[in-house]
């Protein structure tokens, strides 16, 4: 579920500069493992009262550290080269990514809130201690409970503070900075002394299903190519596809041929012809030779033909 809830209590602590409503706030904070929270999207972004226009920092520094499945807004990350007008925010982004991977783990506590300034402890291991502040004129001195024990020393991953020890009974003492001009950068992460390395993303398989029909903007078969739609995936992996078609009075003896392209124009596999109402999957190899830079590509297009279309090709791109 997309927590818009906890979209809205972000907007308005980071542009009213109060921490008041977060405790709480969202679906996440109910079940977060069907919450996917998000600071913007390219709805709100344009949108009079929906947008995040100060201290948006807090907001990425709060769902990064709390529960549920967090999505970065690609014009707050990539730069204006990629996204015109992006904002400029990977590098504090990039960190608290970090965070979110090496550090934040376990349930979620609320160890400190007023008017002005929020703490939250992921309990787990080894946990984080977020703190955020949304006073733009005064720094904020705070102690109080953590998760890591007695007499432990705790790091803070963003920088901005020295190492501190916690006292007998496992509390914290550290000073929030001010969240001068708006800038979004009056957050502490603290988690036990030593946690380092880098990290590699998942890799999970996907599948897409694209569908044809006069009521789609994919209409239904005709006697002509037509591009399908995209699909993105490593390069090296393998593509499977497969074919069906609902035949229509009239249409029992029409064939459809699936052909997977490249984004060079170059064919990636036969032609996968079918007749009957199920084809099995072929495994299709993408070649590592054309991929990007990047570790995502397009690996290519899918085009379906209908037999007259076929009829009038070459034999050459009609092999199997």
């Known amino acids: 579920m997309v927590d818009f809830p906890l979209k809205f209590a972000l907007g308005n602590a980071c542009n009213n500069e109060t921490a008041a409503g977060l405790d709480g706030a969202g679906y996440a904070a109910h079940n977060p493992f069907l919450a996917c929270t998000f600071v913007e999207n390219p709805d709100t972004d344009v949108s009079p009262g929906q947008a995040i226009v100060s201290s948006k920092l807090l907001a990425y520094a709060f769902i990064l550290s709390a529960e549920g499945y967090p999505f970065v807004f690609g014009k707050d990350y990539f730069p204006a080269a990629i996204f015109p007008g992006a904002y400029g925010l ?116 996907t599948q897409q299903t694209f569908f044809g029909a006069d009521d789609l903007d994919t209409p239904a078969a005709r006697n002509a190519a037509r591009d399908v739609g995209r699909v993105w995936c490593a390069g090296g992996t393998q593509i499977q596809a497969a074919l069906s078609a609902h035949r229509g009075p009239g249409n029992a003896g029409g064939t459809i041929a699936l052909e997977i392209v490249a984004p060079d124009g170059a064919e990636r596999a036969g032609r996968l012809d079918r007749r009957g109402v199920l084809y099995r999957s072929q495994p299709v190899p993408t070649p590592a030779c054309v991929a990007p ?13 209908s037999e007259a279309s076929l009829s009038q090709m070459s034999k050459e791109n009609q092999r199997a």
């Open 90 to 205: 990977k590098p504090f982004i990039d960190n608290l990514v970090w965070i979110h991977e090496h550090l934040a783990s376990g349930p979620t506590v609320t160890r400190f809130a007023d008017g002005k300034v929020f703490v939250m402890n992921r309990t787990g291991n080894p946990g984080v201690l977020t703190a955020l502040n949304f006073d733009t004129f005064n720094a904020r001195t705070i102690t109080c409970d953590t998760a890591f024990g007695p007499n432990v020393m705790l790091h803070d991953y963003t920088g901005r503070h020295l190492d501190i020890v916690t006292d007998g009974q496992g509390r914290a003492t550290f000073t929030i900075p001010s969240n001068a001009f708006g800038g979004g950068q009056s957050y502490l992460c603290f988690s036990r002394a030593g946690v380092g390395g880098d990290f590699q993303p998942v890799r999970r398989r």
């Open 293 to 305: 830079a990047a570790s995502r590509r397009r690996a290519g297009r899918k085009r379906c033909f």
